[in-house]
């Protein structure tokens, strides 16, 4: 399982290295933060390590701060860094590890926080709409939060672990992983805030990609060698495209990454490819272009598109997921535009609308 997964997998690292993922070099104290950032990344930081963070970016100078989060309140996020999303002039961000939901400001500046009881289940992913936020919750729920002051008002019941939740047609989907064990999808009606169908598909399901009337979704499988499915709602079905551990939409246009890494001597291979979802075909021609020897030889930790402009934001791992991270910006034909360094292990990003 995506988060899970790489969680076990730092916390056999975190013996020896817990000194290791420190913050990327801002130039000292005394350097400016970046102003006017318009792109969030969520760096997940190292398993109890407490030093998750956001890094901030300006996609017009270029300009990264990557401690934004720290260098605003004076502290880093905690314990896994879950996910991170832009709404109605705010960031929200779920951290997992340290079980609370945050509301955080366009500065840095964090304006509410909403601890999540061990009854409730550590959070997960988050999705919005109106004046709510939908997050998911291991205890086999979704919470429904004030995006104003992140009240709980009301919690419906799903699968086992959920993991991603999306907005769906007015509706919210949700991926009910079980920790491997469930292989299902929840349909809520958000006006009754009640489960509505339950659509069956590949096992430990975990990302969820919605781009117009189609849904696609990651799953790990029996075997964790992950695939992409599409999922017919309505028909409550699920097809198998391809084994892809990324996926995002843009312009009728499924971007998928296939990144696989040998634990044993920490050899990445990452293959890049696309999907036409018109069409519903693959096409195998790696869609980057350029010099991409790093990108193609470290682990993806983070794949994510800006809507407004189709923009490809690949995040890097730092070495042996314990250092700095690094995200790669790529127009919308696979050019290169900018690269820069991040918090460790960047796996999310926020776009302001």
């Known amino acids: 399982m995506k988060k899970v997964f790489r969680g076990a997998l730092c916390a056999c690292l975190a013996g020896f290295v817990l000194a290791s993922c420190e913050p990327v070099d801002q130039g000292g104290d005394e350097a400016p933060v970046v102003s006017n950032p318009d792109v969030f990344i969520l760096c997940e930081g190292l398993w109890q390590a407490n030093n998750a963070d956001v890094s901030a970016y300006n996609s017009t100078l270029n300009q ?19 996910d991170i999303l832009w709404h109605d002039g705010y960031l929200y961000v ?16 964090e304006v509410a926080r909403r601890a999540i009881s061990p009854e409730e289940g550590q959070p997960r992913y988050l999705a919005a709409e109106g004046d709510y936020i939908y997050v998911t919750l291991y205890s086999g729920q979704v919470a429904k939060m004030k995006a104003s002051d992140l009240s709980v008002v009301d919690y419906a019941s799903v699968g086992m672990n959920p993991e991603d939740i999306a907005l769906y047609k007015g509706q919210l989907l949700v991926a009910n992983s079980g920790w491997g064990s469930d292989s299902t999808l929840t349909l809520i009606d958000v006006e009754t805030f009640e489960p509505v169908k339950t659509i069956h598909v ?19 499988g029996k075997d964790y060698n992950m695939t992409i499915q599409s999922i017919d709602v309505a028909k409550e079905t699920a097809r198998t495209i391809t ?24 050899q990445t291979v990452n293959t890049f490819f696309s999907y036409d979802v018109a069409t519903a075909s693959l096409e195998e021609v790696n869609y980057l272009q350029g010099d991409v020897e790093d990108v193609l030889s470290n682990p993806v930790y983070m794949m994510e598109v800006n809507p407004q402009n189709g923009e490809l ?13 690094k995200v790669y910006r790529y127009d919308s034909d696979g050019t290169l535009i900018d690269d820069f360094s991040v918090m460790c292990n960047p796996n999310q990003a926020a776009f302001l609308d």
């Open 313 to 325: 934001y690949i995040g890097l791992a730092g070495n042996k997921y314990v250092s700095s991270g």
């Open 202 to 220: 590949e096992h430990n399901p975990q990302r969820l990609v919605v781009s117009g009337d189609s849904v696609y979704l990651l799953a790990y």
């Open 64 to 82: 990264c701060t990557g401690d934004y989060y720290y260098r605003q309140n004076g502290q880093y996020l905690g314990d896994t860094g879950q």
């Open 243 to 266: 084994h892809a551990t990324h996926a995002v939409a843009y312009d009728n246009t499924l971007y998928l990454c296939n990144s696989v890494t040998d634990y044993a001597t920490y």
């Open 94 to 109: 779920s951290v997992s590890g340290s079980s609370y939901v945050t509301k955080i400001d366009r500065q840095g500046r």
